[in-house]
């Protein structure tokens, strides 16, 4: 079982759907949650949870476990709360968050990477966690999807740089549809950012210019 720290918990039974029912790789980095307030960028849906038609948003099953305070931002607005861009200093707009979620929404984020990272640090209290999906690098997954997929390297040096710690680091799905997943947790209040070596986040050169979350 994952250590437990002061905060976390694990969801109760609720009678609505369970948009992660059928992504246990994800369960595998999202639990123990934290806190009671999320910030997620991108409005991150399931389209095929078995037995359920429609869209499922992450959202309505955060809420209906015990979240307080759930903020989604993203280009796209079909299912966010904001249409905003995640480079800019969103921390000034929103405040701190005991969890700050990115399911394969970060790498459509065209320049400026630096600017998502600083709002991935300071828009998470400390004590609280980052939790990470991206396209696994290199080349030979999801070949035309995203445009910036970190590296494992990166995560770590994020974490090193900034005053947090990588609970847990992994690759998961077939391929072509490998993901990286980290959730890290952010234990000292360091007011000031340091981007890592930009050299760390993989460029997909084939990829279509498009700033969704899809």
């Known amino acids: 079982m994952t250590e437990l720290y002061e905060g976390d918990w694990y969801p109760p039974e ?3 759907p369970n948009p992660l029912e059928s ?3 994800e369960v595998a980095y999202y639990f123990p949650l934290h806190g009671d307030s999320m910030f997620e960028a991108g409005g991150k849906v399931n389209r095929k949870l078995p037995g359920h038609a429609g869209d499922i948003t992450y959202k309505s099953y955060f809420l209906a476990i015990g979240f307080k305070h759930h ?5 796209d607005d079909r299912w966010a709360d904001y249409t905003d861009d995640l480079r800019k200093p969103l921390w000034e707009k929103f405040g701190q968050f005991d969890m700050f979620t990115n399911m ?10 630096a600017g998502y990272w600083e709002n991935v640090h300071r828009m998470t209290k400390v004590g609280g966690l980052y939790i990470h999906l991206t396209p696994n690098p290199g080349g030979k997954d999801w070949p035309v999807h995203g445009i910036h997929y970190p590296t494992e390297e990166f995560l770590h040096q994020f974490a090193k740089l900034n005053g947090w710690v990588v609970e847990k680091i992994g690759i998961d799905r077939p391929q072509p549809h490998r993901n990286l997943y980290g959730r ?3 234990i000292d209040d360091r007011q000031e950012f340091v981007m890592p070596d930009e050299k760390l986040i993989w460029f997909n050169a084939r990829a279509a210019r498009r700033p969704l979350n899809r």
């Open 14 to 16: 609720v009678d609505i």
């Open 23 to 25: 992504r246990q790789d």
């Open 71 to 75: 903020v989604s931002v993203d280009f």
């Open 104 to 113: 394969g929404t970060s790498e459509h984020i065209e320049g400026n990477q």
């Open 184 to 186: 890290l947790r952010k």
